[in-house]
Structure formats: C-alpha cells, structure tokens
T-cell receptor, first 115, second 116 residues
C-alpha cells in the first residue's frame, strides 16, 4: 500500500511568489495535517483538516492557507513567499480526527527553497 | 503552552554501545508522548508512543522509552546501537484529549552519530 505521498519533492521559488504543495493521504485516511520543518529545527504544526474542515491551526501568518478535497487529499498554499519560508513541509495523515495526533503517518515532505 | 526540550543537539556513540536520548516536556497534565526518527531527506517515522499505563514502552528497531512523571521526562534508550541508527531523533507531545486542534509539539531534535 502506498504511504502518504507529497508533491513536488523539491521546488525553488522567488520571494513574493506563491506556492502550492500537495498531499495524498493513505487510502482510507480522512485526516491530514501540515508541518513546517526549518533546517536544524523540529517540525512546527501549521494546520489540521478533517472531512474538509479546518480543525486546528498553528501560529502561522495568514499567508499560509490550506484546504482538503472530497477525496481527502490536501493542498497547502503560501502567498508572498519570504526567505524564511524555506523549509521542509511535511504532511501527515490518519484514519479519523481523534487519531490525528496519536496514529499519524508522515510523508517524505516537500523541500521548498525561496531565493 | 506545552513545550519539549531535547538538551543534546548532537550525540556520538560507538557501534554496539548503549544509547540514551533525553527528552523533557512542560505541560499542565500528562500529555501523550512520542519519539520519531528522521533519516536524511526523509519524513518522520514513529518509534514508540506513551499514552498511559506501563511507564516503560517498547518500540520498533529495539528502542524503548521510560516515562517519569516526577521528572517530566521521556528518555529514549537502546541497549546496542547499529550504524543504521544514525539519524535525527525527535521527541513530541500532544495534549491527551486526542483531539486534533493543537497538533504535535516537537523538540528541536538530537542528531545521533555512530562511530565504527
């Protein structure tokens, strides 16, 4: 079975641009969460979605937004990119909302470089 | 707000030697506790977790961790490390309601180096 898949694996953007990152959860999983991992740091929570609704949000500016689709895949959007947005963006999925932090499976991430 | 401290940024251990990685958390109640491992360029893999009950938990790849409430600690151990254990290790916590609102809170990680 396929695990959590994220695309693209790497990308380079220019300051001020916007970016869309994509995540496909494990088949049957309904919950998705997003984390930002800056080099040398632990992941930081950005969003959690369940059944297409936002269930939680971390301390990130409004430039960050996300959505979940009927097939439970998800997109993370970042507008007006800053150099500090350069990071590994991780997606995690779980079966149900209550499982999201207790049985989460992570993808390999998207490496975003802002120049 | 909850927080996680991993006091050791780097640890170097000889292959075959024992390992202990430290983790301390700050939280009003006993949270759910996790250890994850991240190999270079990879996502996070769950090693083990503690929710309640027996304070010594066994995980994958021969790892174990012990929850000590009095010390607010959840240290990771392995009796004999292998070269393939070289990676970044993250301790994480979440409030024990199990709900998704807060997400996982991670420490900054400990980079494990294995000497031959």
């Amino acid at each position: 079975d396929a695990g959590v898949t994220q695309s693209p694996t790497h990308l380079i953007k220019t300051r001020g641009q916007h970016v869309t990152l994509r995540c496909s959860p494990i088949s049957g999983h309904k919950s998705v969460s997003w984390y930002q991992q800056v080099l040398g740091q632990g992941p930081q929570f950005i969003f959690q979605y369940y059944e297409k609704e936002e269930r939680g949000r971390g301390n990130f500016p409004d430039r960050f937004s996300a959505r979940q689709f009927p097939n439970y895949s998800s997109e993370l959007n970042v507008n007006a990119l800053l150099l500090g947005d350069s990071a590994l963006y991780l997606c995690a999925s779980s079966l149900e909302e209550g499982d999201l932090n207790t049985e989460a499976f992570f993808g390999q991430g998207t490496r975003l470089t802002v120049v | 707000a909850q927080s996680v401290t991993q006091p050791d940024i780097h640890i170097t251990v000889s292959e075959g030697a024992s390992l202990e990685l430290r983790c301390n958390y700050s939280y009003g109640a006993t949270p759910y506790l996790f250890w994850y491992v991240q190999s270079p360029g990879q996502g996070l893999q769950l090693l083990l977790k503690y929710f309640s009950g027996d304070t010594l938990v066994q995980g994958i790849k021969g790892f174990e961790a012990e929850f000590k409430r009095s010390q607010s600690s959840f240290n990771l151990r392995k009796p004999s490390v292998h070269w393939s254990d070289a990676a970044e290790y993250f301790c994480a916590v979440v409030k024990n309601s199990g709900g998704g609102a807060d997400g996982l809170t991670f420490g900054k990680g400990t980079h494990l180096i294995i000497q031959p």
